[in-house]
């Protein structure tokens, strides 16, 4: 493990007592291009409004950014020239790159160089139209921000979540069904499931733990599935109707990314249907009560939506548990969903 990798670690750790740590990150003078001869462009200090911009953006209890001054050998242009940089001023983190003027848009990219990795650990780049320099700033600042705090992992020291209270969630899944193991996957296989359900979520986040956001969902969701004998067995179908009462809880990873554990009581009617070859037709029906599990990982595809990847396992307790595992794809939609970026105070 890397010293600046401890350093980000110590941090988060730290992260209650503000003012005790800060990773320190420099920005060199950023090149200038400008393809249409305005010099106006020349007027500009990009890295001057980079900073500007970060320095509004990011708590300075975490990190804290400052600009190399002028630099004997001019702008940095190459990977080499951000290398050497950091080597001769003792430089962790460096920010180099270019702004670009052309006839109808500006761009910018920056590069993040991590000097003791000997790597460049992010690019960042934006454009607009070329009348909105401020706005580009603006933005690739935000951008730079957005990677420390949820890709790296750091928060402002002291930092205020306004947490959104009670949303109310509606989803719906389809996937496909297996029993795992004993006598039942000898005998019994499954076709397809649809589900729909409801979430109730009391405060988002609930609270902060290592720096992430965690937060807890209570529902309830029903769920009709049909499975069919195997091959060696005389046919049927099977009619699965189930209940759950799941706990979940999540944490967010990064932004609009989520994943979460839940589990719950199961309550589940099985109607076996057997048109049978030399007799009447037979149906029976069993209840029986079980638990149920799940991991899922969510994305925040808008404020509304969120599609999700999902695997239940539900154990009935039969005298033999059926035990069954079902993936599926789910699309949740919450009127009120919690922001995908923490909103800071």
Known sequence: ????????ILIMALAPLPGL???????APLVLQDDTGNAATARL?????????????????VLAVQKTGELPGGPVRSFLDAALLCQRQGYGFLLYGYVKRSEFSLSAEVKLLDSEKNTVAANFFNSDDRDHYARLMHDLAARIVE?????VGLKPAGSKNNPRRNLLGFSLSLGYWTPAGNEWASVLTGLGSVSTGISFI???PLFLLMSREWYVSLGAGVEYGLGMNQPAHESFFLHSAK????????????AGHAFGLGAGPLFQIDTMVQDRMYDSPFVAATAVSGVA???EYRYAASQLFSLGLETVIDIAF????LVTISPRLSLSFMPQRTPRETTNE
Do not use: C, K, W
């Open 1 to 8: 493990m890397g010293f600046h990798t401890r350093l980000f």
């Open 21 to 27: 740590l800060a990773v320190e990150l420099f920005i």
């Open 45 to 61: 200090h990009p890295e001057a409004d980079l900073l500007r911009n970060l320095a509004e953006a990011a708590a300075h209890d």
């Open 147 to 151: 990677y420390f705090y949820n890709d």
């Open 202 to 204: 009391p405060s988002s």
């Open 243 to 254: 209940l759950r009462l799941p706990v979940e809880l999540f944490v967010q990873v990064g």
């Open 293 to 295: 599990f799940s991991a």
């Open 318 to 321: 039969y005298a033999q548990p």
